[in-house]
């Protein structure tokens, strides 16, 4: 089966991605790259193709235009303005939206009929927007949500237990931003609960490392990508495997008409299900905080007459 990805944007994010495709066993066999700057995106496909020879995985990569979304499987869109010190991911939205309108009217455009991935911030409502320009089924628009989130919790958890991350069955839940949290009553070590191991004031400045984690690289480096990259891998492959994984991606929320970071189950179909966890009183009032943050950010740009 020929499983061709189109990154859109080759950007720092796009480049990790399709770095870490070409690193890991994958079922992809072909990256398109598609960007504004040309040059730079013929540089990027030959300095990738260049370490093709010790690559565990065979894989076209060449550059290319919309045209090549018509047979895709994965269209990643990574494209958009980068967040800035100080900036909040909210703060990128207005640019953000209207480039994302162009984008997706040119790639529905081509017939493309596969699952959208999304990375661009704010991933929640470009997510939703993906979903409203496009018209596809909720199933095929899988934003990267708090999945990073999650996997800079279990790293935490896990560095300070000095246990495996793969062991420690936790969650960031809600908007990829700064009212994600984490439900601790759902948070594991193994099969027992999180707090035989760790008191609740450890946990909560843990939280708080995973929700300001961006800023403080951004403050170091001006950017967040490696790891951003790799969970995109990690979702592509749930898609390509068929392995009905559960992610916290961003996917749609009926009660709220939105998208948000929700417990979901990922297959070559996209997210086919959510898992509805048992939150308490107060994650409960967390997770409508959340979203009615990412629903009035929505309300504003007031998609309906654009």
Wanted: one cysteine or more; a negative charge.
């Amino acid at each position: 089966m020929n499983n061709r990805v189109v990154i859109i944007g080759c950007g720092n994010v796009g480049m990790s991605y399709a770095y870490a495709l070409l690193n890991q066993r994958t079922k992809v066999t072909e990256i398109v790259l598609i960007d504004i700057n040309v040059e730079k995106t013929i540089g990027e496909a030959m300095d990738l193709n260049h370490g093709l020879a010790f690559a565990p995985s065979k894989i076209k990569i060449r550059t290319g235009d919309y045209d090549d979304c018509r047979d895709a499987t994965i269209i990643c869109i990574c494209a958009g303005v980068n967040q800035k010190e100080d900036e909040t991911r909210l703060d990128l939205l207005n640019n953000n939206s209207i480039i994302f309108k162009d984008i997706i009217n040119k790639v529905v455009k081509s017939g493309f009929n596969g699952i959208f991935l999304i990375a661009t911030n704010p991933v929640d409502i470009m997510s939703y927007l993906v979903y409203k320009y496009s018209n596809f089924d909720i199933s095929k628009v899988i934003g990267s949500g708090t999945t990073l989130d999650t996997a800079r919790l279990r790293y935490l958890i896990g560095d300070k237990l000095n246990i495996n991350p793969k062991n420690i069955h936790a969650y960031v839940l809600g908007e990829h931003g700064d009212s994600e949290f984490v439900p601790w009553s759902n948070a594991y070590v193994g099969s027992t609960k999180m707090e035989k191991f760790i008191d609740r004031d450890s946990l909560e400045v843990i939280s708080n490392k995973v929700k300001n984690a961006a800023y403080e690289i951004i403050k170091r480096k001006s950017a967040t990508y490696y790891a951003i990259g790799m969970v995109l891998v990690r979702i592509t492959n749930a898609i390509l495997d068929d392995e009905n994984t559960i992610l916290t991606v961003s996917t749609y929320n009926s009660e709220h008409d939105i998208f948000i970071g929700m417990a979901s189950v990922v297959n070559r179909n996209g997210v086919i299900n959510t898992i509805n966890m048992e939150l308490n009183e107060e994650e409960d009032a967390k997770f409508g905080n959340s979203a009615l943050i990412i629903k009035n950010e929505i309300m504003k740009l007031n998609i309906d007459n654009k």
